[in-house]
């Protein structure tokens, strides 16, 4: 089975209009490995796939595709699914109202005499469920399970289809540590099965714990192939393969000038919007000195952008009490637009549905926040607005043609350079960041770290959460943990550690 | 075609309604052999379809901020046996009439808004209950009766600029209308041209600026032209001149304020608007009373043009509005769409109809013509989206403002989109 070759693209070319998405790529995947593809966002990892899966056509590109011996040339998802084939979208394809079962088997459904066999559909999922480690009622609707078990009902759907290839785009971007270590070690086992992987991550820790060999894409162009074991591949020999340099240390250096409190909260608390007796705040105390940074760690849903948004002008859930203090001060924000006026930013962990809006573009993007500032006399100059725009591009290094262009044509990071512009248009005191790279390569992940401390050194404050640790610990100088809704630790930048974070952010004060 | 391109600035695709427009125009006018381009005709088109233009204003911003407003022919026609009935027992005079008119729009949009905005139901539901309900309302009030509108109220449906001064032959004031449209077209290219430079911008050539003018002036003048030689007693008619400050203000609105871009906003993305700190309920409040406001009109100026309001006034105004503003580029989905497009889209309708009608052919194919048109329209629309071109209907922007949507493709954006499913989805559905 060693170095027996399941599949080989060879010299793929994909353009689209105006662009060339894939030139030339080439990459071997081993039977039986577990193969990464690496790259920095726009390079090309999710076109490269779609042509896999057939979801371009044969004939949209050039090139060939061997899969098991033999060209092949899918016309549809469908075809390539037939040959074994199987993605699992970032973006789970899931259908939230049906029922487990339902979905595994949803365009697949057993029949007998023409009419559904719920008796071998549900039978046929306890067996699939098994394999991926999922113990669930099958007639669980999808809904009412988290995005962990989400990922493996994909999985399952995809053993159902007798998998050689699967395909994962960013697997674990939703997942906490558990679920993701759980995803990772099922990988394993599919291996260990004889099923091939190709994932896509940007979690290099995961790559380098888990794939066999790695294939780095940049520009359009396949660059190298690392073969994990052979080359004693680490995270910064795979990074230096994604940007084409090596980047001497992932945060820029940055000497904190610290100022005085003044932003404090005091005995937050905070109602689930919809489930009455549920708190997503429980009695929270924290505060923020100018020029600081300060992080909030908490595992996904423990309830850190729960916090933050009901802060921001109570955008999120039921108050139920405590008290803002800005500049000792109290205040009270009970709508956006007052946290807004009163000095605050936030910018959401979810660009696409809460962050931007996608029709718009880049000019009216970074103003929108703040068009008050750029109106006389009832009417928006958009003089002024084009250059405004035009002066955030320019010093947060946005990648486009122009500021004309839409928001959706944009990368991650350079949307997230565009959402940041359009709150530092509004000149806030207070930044609170929510997952501020999630989703983004490295080299812009960089230059975000390079934005967040320049405003911490002109004084303003700035909250970060994040689920990434490593993020935390580089960049913050004063640490929140935040289990279930409470804040369970306050740590300084000397003393933490990701051990001391992790045990403060699984357990509550009481416990710990 | 690149000299096209160069006149009309952008790209040709921005002007496709508008080439399909004149290509309308020219071939009836060849098939009718000359009586499309006529002063009566052009006064008949006018008059016969502003009340669905206007319809069409209101009705792009609702579908701009996501909505929808079915109930504009039954809010039109409450309004219009409510202010005819005012006139006729109360004995209030045509202004009065017209404030009744439009205060009653106010109030009725208010109680739509109020189930859009501050309950939250869908505009769909919350308007196909007002289409029932307010001409169900229409027909109690007037006890399914037709009452006639006084003399004086009749003019804001079918009247025209009066003559004054000198007698030469044409309508003054329609002269005069018709010569300060192409001073303002000469000035807004001659302000376009000075702004480009100063931002820093390419200049287009003089000739580009030089014909472009020219053959917007021609057709202006050639409608003047028209307008103030129809026979004695016509010229540039009312409704049309309430059309077009409409468009104005509305165009201005839209384009240039704080306002307008919250309406974008929020048919854009609702909560990414919110979180920015639009008060997105506000908006949906007001765009949804303003199109009352606009419905009350528009019934209004059709009771003055057919002298009387009765029960069947406004019946499926509704659907020709919504058509309008489709063809005119707007997505069902909000977000994207503009007044100058809506009024053109309108305009191919009403050519349409007219055109038809000139040649005689039945009410039956000019149904099935125009439903085809609305259907191909935005199916070329929404083939070249997928196509990741260009859209041809997502026309007439830049140039007239700035509000178009940017072009998707939307295979080119970054293919490593990340939308992971978190505690935001559980925020966002909250």
């Known amino acids: ?512 | 075609m690149n000299s096209i391109k160069k006149i009309f600035g952008g790209d040709t695709r921005q002007f496709g309604m508008i080439f399909a427009l004149i290509a309308l125009v020219i071939f009836f006018q060849w098939q009718t052999g000359g009586k499309t381009l006529t002063s009566g005709n052009m006064m008949n088109l006018f008059n016969g379809n502003s009340y669905i233009l206007i319809l069409a204003i209101g009705m792009v911003l609702v579908i701009i901020a996501g909505h929808i407003d079915l109930s504009v022919g039954s809010v039109a026609a409450f309004a219009g046996i409510v202010v005819a009935i005012a006139m006729r027992d109360w004995g209030l005079p045509w202004f009065g009439g017209i404030l009744v008119g439009l205060l009653l729009g106010a109030v009725i949009g208010a109680w739509q808004g109020f189930w859009v905005a501050y309950v939250g139901i869908p505009a769909f539901i919350v308007t196909l209950a007002g289409m029932l309900l307010f001409r169900g309302a229409n027909q109690f009030v007037g006890k399914s009766n037709t009452v006639p509108v006084p003399e004086p109220f009749q003019y804001i449906g079918s009247g025209y600029l009066p003559e004054v001064g000198p007698v030469t032959g044409y309508n003054n004031l329609t002269v005069l209308l018709g010569l300060l449209l192409v001073a303002f077209v000469i000035y807004s290219e001659l302000r376009s041209r000075k702004r480009l430079a100063r931002v820093g911008a390419e200049v287009p050539e003089m000739w580009v600026s030089l014909v472009k003018v020219g053959l917007i002036s021609a057709a202006i003048l050639y409608a003047t032209y028209l307008f103030a030689t129809g026979r004695p007693g016509t010229s540039f008619p009312v409704p049309g001149l309430i059309l077009a400050a409409l468009v104005v203000i509305f165009g201005f609105i839209s384009n240039k304020t704080i306002a307008g871009r919250h309406v974008y906003a929020v048919g854009g993305n609702r909560h990414a608007a919110e979180l920015s700190g639009v008060q997105s309920k506000k908006v949906n409040f007001m765009v949804m009373m303003n199109m009352s406001i606009l419905a009350a009109l528009a019934g209004m100026i059709f009771v003055g043009r057919s002298t009387a309001s009765g029960p069947f006034d406004g019946v499926g105004w509704e659907l020709d509005a919504i058509a309008a503003v489709f063809i005119g580029g707007a997505a069902v989905t909000g977000g994207v769409g503009t007044v100058i497009g809506s009024i053109i889209g309108g305009l191919v309708m009403a050519v349409l109809n007219n055109g038809l009608q000139l040649l005689g052919i039945g009410a039956d194919m000019t149904q099935i013509i125009k439903g085809l048109v609305l259907l191909v329209a935005v199916a070329f629309d929404v083939y070249n989206k997928t196509q990741g071109k260009p859209s041809i209907t997502g026309l007439l922007t830049r140039n007239f403002g700035n509000r178009s949507k940017p072009d998707q493709p939307s295979e080119v954006r970054s293919p490593d989109s990340e939308q992971a499913i978190s505690t935001k989805e559980v925020i966002s559905k909250s």
Not at chain 1, 246 to 256: A, G, K, Y
Not at chain 1, 265 to 282: C, E, F, I, M, Y
Not at chain 1, 459 to 487: H, M, N, Q, W
Request: proline share 3%.
């Open chain 1, 1 to 512: 089975m060693e170095n027996h070759t399941i599949l080989e693209m060879r010299s793929i070319t994909k353009e689209f209009p105006g662009v060339k998405a894939l030139s030339d790529v080439s990459i071997t995947v081993r039977a039986g490995e577990i193969h990464a593809i690496c790259g920095e966002n726009g390079a090309g990892k999710s076109t490269l796939m779609k042509v896999l899966s057939g979801l371009y056509p044969y004939g949209d590109y050039s090139g060939s595709i061997i899969f098991q011996g033999e060209e092949v040339q899918f016309k549809d998802i469908r075809s390539s699914e037939a040959a074994g084939i199987v993605i699992i979208h970032q973006e789970l394809a899931l259908i939230p109202e049906l029922s487990i079962a339902e979905n595994i088997f949803l365009g697949n459904e057993p029949t007998r005499f023409g009419v559904i066999d719920w008796d071998k559909v549900n039978r046929e999922t306890l067996e699939l469920m098994a394999r991926v480690g999922l113990s669930e009622d099958p007639t669980t609707k999808i809904k009412d399970i988290g995005v962990g078990k989400q990922q493996l009902v994909e999985i399952a759907k995809a053993l159902s289809k007798s998998v050689r290839l699967l395909i994962l785009d960013e697997p674990t971007a939703a997942l906490n540590e558990t679920d993701s270590q759980h995803l990772l070690d099922l990988m394993s086992g599919l291996r260990s099965k004889g099923i091939s992987c190709i994932m896509i991550s940007h979690k290099l820790n995961e790559i380098e714990q888990i794939a066999d060999s790695i294939t780095i894409i940049r520009d359009g162009k396949s660059i190298e192939t690392l073969h994990v074991k052979e080359d004693g591949v680490d995270e910064d020999r795979i990074i230096r393969g994604m940007v084409g340099r090596s980047l001497e240390s992932r945060f820029p250096d940055h000497t904190p000038k610290l100022g005085e409190v003044f932003f404090e909260v005091r005995d937050w608390t905070v109602g689930h919007p919809s489930v009455p007796d549920r708190l997503v705040a429980k009695g929270s105390n924290f505060h923020v000195r100018r020029g600081e940074i300060v992080g909030f760690a908490g595992l996904m849903g423990a309830g850190r952008t729960e916090l933050a948004r009901s802060v921001f002008g109570r955008s999120y859930g039921n108050f139920k009490s405590g008290q803002i203090f800005i500049n000792g001060k109290e205040v009270t924000l009970k709508s956006v637009p007052q946290a807004i006026e009163a000095g605050l930013a936030y910018v959401t962990e979810d660009r696409k549905s809460l962050g931007l809006n996608l029709l718009d573009d880049i000019k009216s993007t970074t103003v929108s926040a703040n068009l008050k500032k750029i109106t006389r006399n009832l009417v928006v100059d958009k003089d002024e607005e084009f250059r405004i725009a035009e002066e955030y591009r320019k010093s947060l290094r946005t990648k486009t043609p122009s500021v004309n262009e839409g928001v959706a044509k944009l990368s991650g990071g350079n949307q997230q350079k565009v959402v940041l512009s359009k709150w530092m248009f509004t000149d806030p005191e207070l930044l609170i960041l929510d997952e501020p790279t999630r989703g983004i390569d490295v080299g812009a992940k960089f230059e975000i770290y390079g934005i967040i401390q320049r405003l911490a050194s002109q004084g303003k404050g700035v909250i970060v959460i994040s689920s990434e640790l490593p993020e935390l610990l580089g960049l913050s100088d004063r640490i929140y943990t935040i289990f279930e809704g409470a804040i369970t630790g306050e740590i300084s930048r000397e003393d933490a550690s990701q051990e001391s974070l992790m045990k403060l952010m699984t357990a509550s004060k009481k416990a710990a």
